[in-house]
């Protein structure tokens, strides 16, 4: 399901969050410890690239495709910091980050994984 008219926020299916974690309807609150990056899987799209981690860290979508929509999560502002991110899809325990065509993988995933390792806990 999309978000009202005009919105840049995609909201999913329910998912029952991580004992370990509170969250307030769409993202993490508190985590008893940071989360951590485990694999960068490849996508079909050569400009995206699929984040796993070590914990679920949402229990909904949530999908933004500029900075200004990502202004009220924590963890989407981090990455939109990064330059070359165009857009972040967070569900569950993973992630997924969509460049700039211009810019390689090599510079954008150690600050990617940066990103998202200091925005929990």
């Keep these: 399901m999309v978000g009202g008219a005009g919105s840049n926020e995609v909201v999913g299916a329910n998912l029952k969050a991580e004992p370990r974690a509170k969250t307030n309807g769409t993202q993490i609150v508190e985590r008893e410890s940071g ?3 485990v694999e960068f899987t490849e996508t079909p799209n050569p400009n995206a690239v699929k984040c796993v981690l070590d914990a679920r860290i949402s229990d ?21 910091e990064v330059p070359g991110v165009t857009n972040v899809l967070i569900l569950g ?9 211009a810019v390689a993988w090599s510079t954008l995933k150690p600050k990617i994984r940066k990103a998202i390792e200091g925005a929990g806990g």
């Design 60 to 80: 909904r979508a949530r999908s933004y495709f500029n900075a200004q929509a990502a202004a009220g999560d924590d963890l989407a502002r981090r990455l939109f």
């Design 93 to 101: 325990d993973w992630i997924t980050v969509g460049k700039d065509p």
């Design 35 to 37: 989360m951590k990056v």
